[in-house]
């Protein structure tokens, strides 16, 4: 919209639009921000799940060859 009242306006209407829009837009980003480290934070959990569960199946298939040598 700026780009076409711009020239007629002198500007004007395109800091109104700028006041109006930056923060609505930081708070997004924000937001968005947020999200993405919560996101992070679920995918480490994740992350240490599998591995906690590699390690149990590691050694319940260790006792499993243990048991059919017996």
Do not use: H, W
């Amino acid at each position: 919209m700026c780009v076409v009242t711009g020239p007629i306006t002198g500007g004007i209407s395109c800091a109104a639009c700028y006041a109006i829009v930056a923060p609505i837009i930081e708070t997004e980003i924000a937001n968005m921000k947020r999200n993405m480290e919560r996101t992070v934070t679920a995918l480490y959990v994740i992350g240490n799940d599998f591995t906690s569960t590699a390690g149990t199946v590691d050694e319940l298939g260790d006792l499993a060859l243990e048991q059919a040598e017996v």
